[in-house]
C-alpha cells in the first residue's frame, strides 16, 4: 500500500508564500504523472497542478503564474510552491499519483495538509 505524506501547510497572510511537500513510500521515477489537489470547506475535491514524468505541466487557471509543481525523484517528493496566496487558495491539499487521462488519482488519499490564507 502506497502512502502519502504531504506537509507544509499553515496560517498565512495574502500575498504570502507556502511550499508543500509531498513524501511518498515508494519510488516515484517509475511513475507517469503526479499531481496536487485541494478541497475547500463544502467544496468537491479539485485538480491544482499535475506533472508528468516527461515534464509536461498543468496548472488550474485559478493557480496559473502564481503555483509551481516540481517534483524530486531521487528523494521520492513532489512540492507546490504557492506564491501571492489568496484567501480562495484556503482548502486542504493532497497529493497523488494521478492518470493523466482525467487525472483521477491512483492511491488511497493522504491525510492532507491545511492551507489557510487570512486576507
Known amino acids: 500500500q502506497v502512502q502519502l505524506v504531504e506537509s507544509g501547510g499553515g496560517l498565512v497572510q495574502a500575498g504570502g508564500s507556502l511550499r508543500l511537500s509531498c513524501l511518498v513510500s515508494r519510488t516515484i521515477v517509475s511513475i507517469n504523472a503526479m499531481a496536487w489537489y485541494r478541497q475547500a470547506p463544502g467544496k468537491q475535491r479539485e485538480l491544482v497542478a499535475a506533472?508528468?514524468?516527461?515534464?509536461?505541466?498543468n496548472y488550474a487557471d485559478s493557480v496559473k503564474g502564481r503555483f509551481t509543481i516540481s517534483r524530486d525523484n531521487a528523494k521520492n517528493t513532489m512540492y507546490l510552491q504557492m506564491n501571492s496566496l489568496k484567501p480562495e487558495d484556503t482548502a486542504v491539499y493532497y497529493c497523488n499519483a494521478a492518470n493523466p487521462e482525467g487525472w483521477a488519482n491512483e492511491y488511497d488519499w493522504g491525510q492532507g495538509t491545511q492551507v489557510t490564507v487570512s486576507s
Open positions: 506533472m508528468t514524468s516527461g515534464g509536461t505541466i
